[in-house]
């Protein structure tokens, strides 16, 4: 099993989590799932992210299917798991399953009940210790958990906690702050990789990200402008880009996006991807 560090570069999918037509889980589609990601350009994937719909899952429901798409991926990339909760126990014991399994780390979101600087601090130095050792990803996306994160706390959480390997940015405007993040003098390199349906990324690229971390349903794009980007060729990862922007911007509509999102990947004839039903 390879562990997430602070090297970690490329596209990972935030996956779709299938059901079928009752609402259960689609096992069957998560593997034709897999396939596809990893067809379409994908480094990696991430589970049980907010594009996953972790909270309509029970806890079994999560391990489980967990376990199911590690074992689809069979080592080829790397699997990081969602894992944000509103207890630190089922926190704990998600990502100790999720690693057992095979993941290379895990993802948390800061819950919407902390707003200062100290009290963000203090929510993930609790995550660190319950974690102990496993590597994690610390999700900025004040539009989702309206938790406002500045670059200064960000340093204070790397410097302080060493299992904080990777930065998931999705603070929106947010380049001043990757740019601040890689200009700070002595502060430890993590990785940096950028959601938001990708609609900033090449200007995110050239500010320092290594990569992007979201759902879009075209991988192969991200994929892509990465590519002419690291090659030194901005402007074809421009040209790339701007060839899928109306379908990124479309994707990214306040309330039906997700659907959109969800419904395109139906359409490249690809596996089950309907959402679950609110229990």
Known sequence: MTRLDESAAGVYIIAVTPFTDDGAIDYAGAEQMVEFYLSRGATGLTILGMMGEAPKLSGAEAIGFTRHVVQ????????VVGASSPGFAAMGELSRA???????????APPGTVRTDDQIFGYFRQVAETLGDIPFVLQDFPQASGVQIAPGVIRRIVDALPSCVMLKHEDWPGLNKITWLREAEGMRRISILVGNGGVFLPEELRRGADGAMTGFAFPEMMADVLAAQVAGDAERASDIFDAYLPLARYEQQPGPGLAVRKYILQKRRRPRSGRRARR
Request: aromatic letters at 0%; a neutral charge; proline letters at 5%.
């Open 72 to 79: 689809a991926v069979g080592g080829r990339v790397p699997v």
């Open 98 to 108: 999720a690693m057992d399994a095979g993941a290379a780390g895990v993802m948390v």
